[in-house]
């Protein structure tokens, strides 16, 4: 009997603890359904709950200390099993050559929640391998050397979504197959702002004041953003088979630039430096508006001349 007095005694204890922590906000739940406080959590390290209540698993920072799965780890943070994880602080990746997160699983889908993953001397915000089915979204990867994001070739199926590249070495490189970039803004990276391969949709973006806007290779569909400022081209294409259509490209070196056996339909180009599009062989090329551009007075034109190109109605009068 005293025994089980004993324990009623400190069950008691405990849910008074419980209460005073939630009237002081320490470990209150938010007011959404990502409930943290859960039966089954434990708390392991400086204050970190393991998983969220809607089974996601918690990344972040308390210090300079990273912390995954609850337990505290070192950078590159590794994602090794298939499964959604969430980061739920700001997190900032000290030192030369390191990376900030590293994908190494299948299925795996990454959400920045809104925070930022901030590099300080470190090489690649998040890196992924030769996986499949893919996705990272919402938030901040900015200041790494390197790039923000970056994927090797034998990845597929690979999803950014709602991602800032702010001031990296490069934006967003997907070098993969059959990825998907939407909604992101690549904003004084010191390479390409988006960068991808193959089979690859880039849409909704914007890109300003990288070296270029949007480089693709081939059999990509480049469709409804928006490259400004951009020192070499807002959009560059090197391979064959892509498409580009319904973009904005404004004061950028050329605005939309060597581009071969592609269509290149229903574009707005307008007071580039050099080139308004530039066109090197065997392109559709419709429906665009081209005004404004050799803004540096060396006679370049809003688009060039193609022996090899058929023309459709685009209005582009002479340029000065």
């Known amino acids: 009997m005293k025994k089980i007095a004993v324990v009623l005694i400190l069950a008691v204890a405990f849910c008074f603890v419980l209460v005073a922590f939630n009237s002081n906000n320490v470990l209150a739940a938010p007011a959404t ?6 039966i089954g959590k434990v708390l392991i390290g400086q204050g970190t709950w393991a998983n969220l ?17 609850g337990s505290s780890t070192t950078f590159p943070i590794t994602i090794s099993q298939p499964g959604s994880y969430v980061l739920t602080s700001d997190i900032t990746v000290s030192g030369t050559g390191v990376n900030g997160i590293r994908i190494e699983a299948d299925n795996v889908t990454l959400d920045l929640n809104g925070f930022s993953l901030i590099g300080s001397g470190a090489l690649i ?9 893919v996705e990272i979204r919402n938030g901040t990867v900015r200041n790494f050397d390197s790039r923000a994001i970056s994927c090797s070739q034998s990845g597929k199926g690979i999803r950014i979504i709602g991602i800032r590249a702010i001031s990296n070495g490069g934006g967003i490189t997907i070098d993969s197959s059959g990825c998907l970039v939407k909604g992101c803004t690549a904003v004084d990276n010191d390479g390409d702002g988006i960068r991808v391969y193959q089979g690859a949709t880039v849409t909704g973006n914007t ?19 928006t490259c400004s400022y951009n020192n070499a081209s807002g959009i560059s294409t090197s391979g064959g088979g892509n498409t580009i259509r319904e973009n904005t490209c404004y004061m950028n070196g050329w605005g939309i630039g060597s581009t071969q056996h592609a269509s290149v339909i229903g574009n707005t180009v307008m007071s580039n430096q050099y080139d308004g599009i530039w066109l090197t ?21 809003n688009i060039t001349s193609c022996a090899t190109c058929t023309f459709g109605t685009n209005h582009a009068p002479a340029t000065p």
């Open 207 to 225: 890109c300003n004041g990288n070296v270029t806007g949007i480089y693709a290779v081939f059999g990509c569909t480049i469709i409804g953003n």
């Open 33 to 38: 359904k990502e409930i943290q406080i859960a």
């Open 125 to 133: 915000g998040v890196y992924i391998l030769d996986v499949t089915d």
């Open 53 to 69: 209540a809607d089974g996601r698993v918690q990344i972040k920072q308390d210090g300079a200390t990273p912390y995954m799965y």
């Open 281 to 301: 062989m065997d392109c559709y090329v419709d429906q665009n508006t081209a005004i404004n551009n050799n803004r540096s007075g060396g006679g370049y034109v």
